[in-house]
């Protein structure tokens, strides 16, 4: 089984695990959806690479305030509060993105599943300490608690 084939399989059993409509690469390897409000989750497979990347835009960089950048980035030190996902710009959309590379080989539906949810939590939650952040002066207090983890049913098919 090629990779692609491999993700779409991967993508088709985590829609029947959560009662979602069925998800799957487009032609340009490439799957989004939107979950709750407008955080959007893009799935892409580079050609010829044994790897999925996960994407998600968090926030403008015309947008983002020099005090939220700071907080974003302190949560990514020394990468622990990011679940493994790193926090870099996208120059070509010119916005902040939360982004994770997954090999393909040995993922199973269940792992797939895990890292999926993981992702998105952790989208979501950046998304929330940007938000928190735009406008506040720094205060040194500690960072707030995670959301809990997402419900995959309050995801819908923007792309693929």
């Known amino acids: 089984m090629n990779p692609k084939q491999r993700i779409n399989t991967l993508l088709k059993e985590f829609s029947q695990i959560n009662d979602l409509p069925e998800f799957q690469l487009n032609e340009e390897n490439v799957c989004g959806f939107q979950y709750v409000g407008d ?5 892409f497979l580079p050609d010829d690479q044994n ?5 998600s835009d968090l926030v403008s960089l015309d947008e983002l305030s020099s005090n939220a950048l700071v907080k974003v980035l302190e949560y990514s030190f020394p990468g622990l509060r ?3 996902a ?3 710009v996208n120059p070509k959309e ?3 993105v939360l982004s994770f590379v997954q090999e393909i080989e040995g993922l199973t539906a269940i792992l797939f599943s895990n890292i999926l949810k993981n992702f998105i939590e ?4 950046f998304r929330a300490v ?4 735009q406008h506040e002066a720094p205060t040194g207090q500690a960072p707030a608690p995670a959301p809990k983890a997402p419900s995959p049913n309050h995801m819908h098919m923007i792309r693929g």
């Open 39 to 43: 955080t959007v989750i893009t799935l």
């Open 51 to 55: 790897q999925l990347v996960f994407l």
């Open 82 to 84: 990011t679940k493994g």
């Open 86 to 88: 790193a926090i870099s």
């Open 94 to 96: 010119h916005s902040l």
């Open 122 to 125: 952790t989208a979501v939650h």
């Open 130 to 133: 940007i938000a928190d952040y």
